[in-house]
């Protein structure tokens, strides 16, 4: 038996020659010297509106801001919808790098590693689908890679002439996904990509990259008191359940789309291993709760480590789930030492997370293999930072003999949240760097 990861925390027809495929008009915003201010120009650009400015850590200028984007790229006539962005400013005559979690838009100033290291402008998107960057009517059928990659490829052309130095894609996770699918599509757009701690997933059923991680990570004593807490969990059901049904009556906590509490509880354990290690250490190890323990503390570890599928935790982040069973594929690993005890395997795969009234297309993998493939044997400039301690790492985007200029680095000892440049060893990190750098056309020199 196997299990699957819900989502990426902290979850085609293609476009010919990278060609921008309908939409509202981006008009040329120009570098009117009549418009000094930096945010009357951006304004000036069609489809912008300000929602709020506010100062930026460093002096720097930050603007969040809607775009309009039409609903489906394929119809530039048809319904369109506000999609959130962000501009953070530090001068024109600096790089850009445009940055993406693959959900949510931040609404407050930060900066992205990449943009610290080349002191550039960071423009932020908020995913379709997600936050307030929803269409009405909320049909996901145009949730897929394609679409977001032309929301992508019309913010640039729309900033482009303002931020008219060369442009990094950027994100993390989910995110990083995402930068690598719009540089599939759009691949002149951007001088370089840099994705920490993306999967390249493709597929619902293949246990063995995570498996092979799974036992092998970390020191067997906590692998071993990792997998002993999840079935005391499950052999303990009726005593969780009751705690677990207490905890929804006093927070209105539904469980509508896993179908029931019992099934909700469930989640939880599953889970443990995987999240155990996307999120902690080995120095964490010493936490894990004896087989022993209460059943109160083993709850309240499963809450704080893993949490458990309620209504209210999976609807911010359902349509990645949809997205996850209909195009980019769930991890999947096997979870054989509690096979007897797991009564829902349908939790398994990302389509039980998804609302009970939703359709599920058919599941179509194909634009993410075209992409996976197209890192491998046809990418440039393309930087993958993986974990590796992180099991969303276990199956990676592959550098081939046909890629120029595309490197996928491992960070020693370092997990899903922890990820970054620095954790790199000091090799991998100086190529890093200096790459990094020379895409942005800094020729070496930082901020």
């Not at 002439?161 to 060369?166: G, T």
């Not at 757009?189 to 390249?200: E, F, I, K, R, W």
């Not at 490197?407 to 000091?426: F, K, Q």
Request: glycine content about 8%; hydrophobic content about 35%; charged content about 25%.
């Amino acid at each position: 038996m196997s299990l699957r990861r819900r989502c990426l925390t902290g979850a085609i027809a293609l476009a010919a020659g990278g060609t921008l495929i309908g939409g509202p008009a981006v008009a040329d915003s120009g570098r009117d010297a009549d418009v000094a201010d930096i945010k009357d120009r951006i304004l000036a650009v069609p489809g912008v509106s300000l929602i709020e400015e506010k100062p930026g850590p460093d002096g720097e200028r930050f603007f969040l801001l809607n775009f309009t984007q039409p609903v489906d790229h394929r119809d530039p006539d048809g319904e369109t919808f506000e999609q959130r962005i962000s501009i953070l400013h530090t001068g024109e005559e600096r790089p850009t790098v445009f940055w993406t979690n693959g959900y949510y838009i931040n609404p407050n100033p930060a900066v992205s590693e990449p943009t610290q290291l080349l002191g550039g402008n960071e423009v932020g998107m908020e995913h379709r689908f997600f936050g307030e960057s929803v269409p009405d009517p909320d049909d996901w059928s145009t949730l897929d890679i394609w679409q977001s990659a032309n929301d992508q490829h019309r913010i640039y052309q729309a900033l482009d002439d303002i931020y008219a130095e060369e442009w990094i894609s950027s994100g993390r996770s989910r995110g990083g996904m995402v930068a690598t699918y719009y540089r599939h599509f759009f691949p002149e757009d951007m001088a370089g990509t840099v994705a920490y701690v993306a999967p390249s997933i493709t597929d619902r059923e293949d246990t063995e990259p995570y498996d092979e991680f799974l036992n092998t990570v970390g020191t067997p004593e906590c692998r071993d008191a990792l997998a002993a807490l999840e079935r005391e969990a499950l052999e303990r059901r009726d005593e969780m359940v009751g705690l677990h049904a207490a905890w929804a009556e006093e927070t209105g906590a539904t469980f509508e789309t896993v179908g029931s509490v019992d099934a909700s509880f469930e989640s939880g354990p599953n889970l443990l291993r995987w999240q155990f290690w996307q999120v902690h250490t080995e120095a964490d190890c010493a936490d894990i709760p004896a087989t022993t323990a209460t059943s109160q503390e083993i709850y309240d570890y499963l809450t704080a480590t893993t949490g458990f599928a309620s209504d209210q935790e999976l609807a911010p982040t359902q349509p990645h789930y949809y997205h996850a069973a209909t195009q980019l594929g769930n991890p999947l690993y096997s979870v054989d030492h509690i096979a007897d005890l797991v009564e829902y395997p349908e939790l398994m795969y990302s389509a039980a997370f998804v609302p009970p009234n939703v359709e599920l297309p058919a599941f179509d993998n194909s634009a993410v293999v075209d992409v996976h493939n197209w890192v491998r044997d046809e990418s440039e400039r393309m930087l993958y930072i993986n974990g590796a301690d992180d099991p969303w790492s276990a199956k990676p985007f592959e550098a081939g003999a046909g890629s120029e200029e595309t490197y996928v680095m491992t960070a020693p000892d370092t997990n899903h949240v922890g990820i970054s440049i620095d954790r790199l060893t000091e090799d991998d990190r100086a190529v890093a760097t200096s790459s990094l750098l020379e895409w942005a056309g800094l020729g070496g020199a930082q901020r």
